[in-house]
């Protein structure tokens, strides 16, 4: 194994009229882990665009850490996004998570590009790199995006978002390992230079996970289901159980070579952080 994993953590922008001191302790007690970068998500048709923009500022006003900052295109004509995006380049951020965006009516529904706007997370990465020389993230699913006919549909996506500059491919969550794996496989037989990031996911709330896995095409195996039942009114119990899981896909993910891993932290702190302390991920963590 490397000695130094890597590991960065997805936020979302506090709502609002919604405290904003819980959200910083947030970032102050993750900022421990010295993550390679922390991202701050972008709502659907840019709705929690002046947010995110704030957001990413106070990272970099008040903390050590590198933000990245999301941006969709959905809704919006290329204008408008050209916009944001040189927005965010004047604020001093160099780092963008390009995607295309869920459809108005939610994952599943059907997509329909702005006829003035960029037609796809490619075309966006393009647009994006014409403007100025941003690292781009981009996202993958290694179960198959829901809207795609195929794993192999979606093998031809991501190889064209990094033929347009995209560096780094962070996954949808998942709890099936080897279909990351087999994903991985493909990514580096087709030749596509673009380094996979397995997404993580600690389940706080099962029931939620289980609908967002339904909404993304995310397989729940039955044992998981399992540790989990009755749980539902005993959270020290769940949380238990919940860094576990995520302890025990970490240590086979590294085991089979994966050395870096993006937290979807839900904007919580004390579980992301016991799982990296668990597993030896972040620097802090490495250290101790």
Known sequence: MNSKPRVSFEFFPPKPGEPSEQFWKVIKRLEEMKPLFVSVTYGAGGTTQDRTLGTVNGIVERTSLQPAAHLTCVGATRDEVDEVVRGYWQAGIRHIVALRGDPPGGVGGRFVPHPEGYRNAADLVRGIRAIAPFEVSVSAYP???PEAVSIEEDLAFLADKAEQGATRALSQFFFNNAAFLRFRDRVFARGIKIELVP????????????EFATKCGAFLPPALAQRFHGLDADPETRNLVAAMVAAEQIDFLRREGVESFHFYTLNRADLVYAICRVVGLGEEAEAA
């Open 143 to 145: 179960e198959k995006h």
């Open 199 to 210: 997404g993580i996911l600690p389940i706080t709330n099962f029931a939620k996970v289980k």
